[in-house]
């Protein structure tokens, strides 16, 4: 089809039967870089004990990062009963593991999902990258999540460029249902 590069999404990976190691040959096979890797789910404001398993996690996804050999990682906001509704506390928690992603030369895009338990629009997202202030972290804007929430476009003109990780384009028909089926 043209593709210069993909996205790959970590449920392919568990799905399919060969190594990300072997995605990584098939992709450079047809000329197709690797851009990310995504979701990393249910990260930031999670209790102490959670957020210690989720800083562990994070070094296994840039092990399957450095297999695929891509350097950029999305994380979507918190979707988890679990979460802490606290944008400080998000913040924080951004930062420490974009230092962590630092040490790699990983660069993190923070996605708003428009089901997020407590960060559903791309304003909230911001909001959180800016006070996480890394240069490893960057925010992710997805048009199904900005237009199903019904987000306000004007602010989008107040992000640096060096800040947006990644834009994704998705169409969908307008529908009146919710918004993770719609999905």
């Not at 098939?26 to 004990?49: K, T």
């Not at 400080?88 to 999902?113: C, D, F, N, P, W």
């Not at 959180?128 to 237009?147: M, T």
Request: glycine share 4%; proline share 4%; hydrophobic share 45%.
């Amino acid at each position: 089809a043209g593709f210069r590069g993909i996205e790959i999404f970590e449920n392919d990976l568990l799905l399919f039967d060969q190594s990300p190691k072997e995605v990584k040959r098939i992709a450079d096979d047809n000329g197709i870089a690797i851009v990310a890797l995504q979701p990393f789910r249910d990260f930031e404001c999670m209790p102490a004990p959670e957020m210690a398993r989720n800083f562990d996690r994070a070094q296994r996804k840039f092990d399957i990062m450095d297999a695929l050999g891509t350097s950029t990682l999305f994380i979507c906001s918190n979707v988890s009963a679990q979460a802490i509704d606290n944008r400080v506390l998000a913040s924080e928690h951004l930062h420490t593991l974009a230092s962590m992603a630092a040490e790699r030369q990983i660069k993190l895009g923070y996605e708003a999902l428009a089901w997020g338990r407590y960060v559903s629009r791309y304003e909230e997202a911001w909001e959180i990258v800016r006070h996480a202030d890394h240069p490893q972290l960057g925010i992710v804007l997805d048009s199904f999540h900005l237009f199903s929430r019904g987000s306000n476009l004007s602010l989008l003109s107040e992000i640096p460029g060096h800040k947006i990780t990644m834009v994704q384009i998705a169409d969908a028909p307008w529908l009146d249902m919710d918004v993770l089926q719609w999905s």
